[in-house]
């Protein structure tokens, strides 16, 4: 994706399709803006009208429960309307085209699109076909990017570590199917981080080309020592069908992560997973209920992140709507 496709022609974010291209000063913003709607659990939700007047239409193609839910709760605290397109219930089992669901939505004054798609290319196809006033946000694309888990995760290292600059990062289990990997690796290189480690048995690792300036790690315990945060990813089967990759139990022994695997990083290091997860085989549950997992709070942040991202993405159509 080159940068200029997700651009108005002033340079500004028109749509979120990728981290790719996107600089450190515009990630910070997004991380600012999302931080300023963050609230602890028990206090009232942020709410703004700031989006009020404007349409959303969730799409997701592919099962989702964090992020479809924290795009409709984003929405809803920023004022848009929202429309959740049961897909599967859709004109699209009859046969309508992609497209064509986008010009019905779009004749019904759905402003900006929230896509989850299994296959690549289709938020870029939809951000090349839509109104000049449209805006498309990439819910997760195949296994090449999911920009708001990334910005996400972000967010969560710098409430947890100040900082991106020096710390040693781990992200450990199918990187090869990952659009989390992509989309996290994208952020946390573009603010600074320098040690970053993708850590996988060699079946789950990308293909030689992918994940520049990262360390490719096949040991886990190697993988994980002396890291400041360690990112636990689940296995994609829904992505392959290589049935040699060690399952269940036997994975769990030879790649989870165990207390004593991380005790190998640093005393203050963080436990992160996008979810969903399984329990016993990426990561040992007494981990992620642990003092030391910030997982809850990654769907935490996981609203304020979308709401930061649909306000700077739709300012210009809501500023000429009188917001
Ligand atoms: N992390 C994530 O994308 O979760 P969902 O698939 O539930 O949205």
């Known amino acids: 994706m080159e940068m200029t496709e997700q651009r108005r022609a ?9 981290l790719e291209g996107l600089s450190r000063a515009e990630l910070e913003a997004l991380l600012e803006r999302a931080q300023h709607h963050v609230r602890r659990l028990g206090e009232p939700a942020p709410r703004s009208n700031a989006l009020e007047g404007v349409t959303v239409a969730n799409m997701f193609t592919e099962p989702s429960t964090r992020t479809r839910v924290s795009f409709e709760l984003a929405a809803k605290r ?14 699209r089992v009859k046969g309508e085209s992609m497209l064509d669901t986008i010009f019905t939505l779009e004749a019904l004054h759905v402003d900006v699109f929230v896509l989850r798609d299994a296959e690549a290319g289709v938020p870029a196809m939809v951000a090349a076909h839509v109104a000049p006033h449209v805006s498309v946000l990439s819910a997760g694309e195949a296994h090449l990017s999911h ?7 972000a967010l969560t290292v710098l409430q ?23 989309s996290a690796c994208h952020a946390f290189q ?7 480690r993708i850590v996988a048995p060699e079946a789950l690792m990308p293909d030689p080309g992918e994940f520049n300036g990262c360390t490719r790690v096949t040991d886990i315990a ?18 392959f069908a290589n049935t040699t990759i060690p399952a269940g139990d036997d994975y769990f022994r030879e790649f989870g992560l165990t207390p004593a695997r991380l005790a190998l990083a640093k005393p203050d290091a963080i436990v992160m997973h996008p979810q969903p997860m399984n329990r016993g085989v990426e990561i ?15 769907v935490t942040n996981g609203v304020a992140v979308r709401m930061a991202a649909l306000e700077i993405l739709a300012a210009p159509l809501a500023a000429r709507r009188g917001r």
Not at 222 to 239: A, F, H, T
């Open 284 to 298: 040992d549950g007494a981990i992620a209920d642990g003092p030391r997992s910030v997982i809850r709070q990654q």
């Open 190 to 196: 573009t603010l600074g981080v320098k040690d970053l």
């Open 147 to 153: 920009p708001t888990q990334g910005l996400l995760d």
């Open 222 to 239: 190697q993988g994980i020592g002396g890291c400041d945060v360690v990112m636990m990813l689940r296995i994609q089967k829904e992505r």
């Open 160 to 182: 947890h570590k100040r900082r991106c600059d020096g710390l040693s990062i781990a992200i450990a289990g199918d990187i090869r199917h990952s659009r989390v990997a992509r």
């Open 10 to 18: 002033d340079g500004s974010l028109r749509h979120l399709l990728t």
């Open 78 to 91: 920023l004022g848009a309307e929202v429309v959740n397109l049961e897909v599967q219930l859709s004109s």
